[in-house]
């Protein structure tokens, strides 16, 4: 299969729009959470997406499919709370490598079925590392700011484990994504280069933070182009933003990594912001309408969609950027 830099290079890939988004469609109850397996565990499970690879396999596999057809060239593992940190909450620490490796089979599987089928138009995986459900560098507890619910060390071997079971299952890519606190994304970079080395491969790595609000800020205070620097030091694919703004709000933090970075530039934005029900309004129109300003200000190099987008949205997406070229990189990353 062609190398991915050579293909960023030619033209602007599509990823893949929202897992969770398209699991609500299924409105999967308790026992569907469950499955066999699970139907005597102790503790409730629903809202447990990441299961979902291990009972309800063939959901996972149509929902990667669906965006397949809608023209992504990646699609990211069912493993958004794939760490030890975050299946604590279920008390499901012990399935976590089970939970990655199954996540990125399936969706290999797929991939391999649309690859085999264009074979002009390879499909990736990208293993999804999520920023887990506790901060390295600031208190959760306002009284007590020295706090720390989660050290680098534990960090770094969460992330450890879900990188190898990601890799060992198929995964294309690393993608460390909605980073809110850059501290945490170290200890995932950390843990990365850590199994490169000890495996003696090279993995592409793809970067996206999380700007939470107007002020153009991580949750952890760095702005983009402190958050850029602050994890340039790795070797890696692309970096980006997903998540938390629609992408009109975007624009401006996109235009800084553009023009600072030599590496490809990824942004997966929320269909908008989510209106008092906690549902996203914004059509795949309006949607593309805005992601068009990126491609024509030559911005990007990857391109999907995050919270409360479809396939309807990654098609609309797919078939505007067919019409522009990518962002320039330098020749040397395209070796």
């Known amino acids: 299969m062609r190398n991915i830099k050579e ?106 079925e649309f690859t085999k089928n264009e074979p002009d138009k390879p499909r990736f995986v990208a293993g999804s590392m999520g920023p887990t459900n506790k901060t390295a560098s600031m208190s959760p507890d306002v009284n007590d700011p020295g706090f720390r619910a989660v050290s680098f060390e534990e960090l770094r071997v969460a992330y450890k484990q879900q990188a190898e079971a990601l890799l060992d299952g198929g995964s294309d890519i690393l993608l460390v994504e909605t980073i809110f606190d850059t501290l945490n994304a170290k200890a995932a970079l950390f ?14 790595i793809m970067v996206s933070g999380t700007i939470t609000d107007a002020s153009g800020r991580t949750l952890s205070g760095q702005t983009a182009e402190a958050f850029l620097i602050s994890i340039s030091h790795i070797p890696i694919l692309s970096v980006g933003f997903n998540c938390a703004l629609g992408a009109n709000q975007l624009v401006p933090h996109l235009e800084v990594l553009s023009t600072k970075t030599d590496y490809a530039v990824s942004a997966h934005p929320n269909a908008g912001l989510p209106n008092a029900f906690g549902e996203y309004d914004e059509t795949p129109e309006q949607m593309a309408g805005q992601i068009k300003e990126y491609v024509e200000k030559g911005l990007v190099n990857i391109v999907g969609g995050c919270c409360g987008t479809t396939p309807e949205h990654i098609m609309a997406i797919a078939d505007l950027v067919k019409q522009y070229d990518p962002r320039g990189l330098p020749i040397e990353e395209n070796k």
């Not at 293909?7 to 469609?25: F, H, S």
């Not at 843990?191 to 495996?199: C, N, S």
């Open 7 to 112: 293909i960023l290079a030619e033209r602007i890939l599509v990823l893949d729009g929202a897992m969770g988004t398209m699991l609500q469609r299924y409105k999967f109850q308790e026992e569907d959470f469950r499955g066999e397996r699970f139907k005597d565990w102790e503790h409730p499970l629903q809202g447990n997406n990441d299961l979902l690879s291990l009972t309800q396999p063939e959901a996972i596999a149509e929902v990667h499919r669906k965006y397949f057809a809608a023209g992504a060239d990646i699609v990211e593992t069912n493993t958004f709370s794939g760490t030890t940190i975050a299946m604590a909450d279920y008390y499901m620490e012990d399935l976590v490598y089970e939970l990655n490796y199954e996540s990125a089979r399936i969706a290999k599987m797929v991939a391999d």
């Open 191 to 204: 843990a990365i280069e850590e199994v490169k080395e000890e495996r003696n491969i090279d993995v592409p």
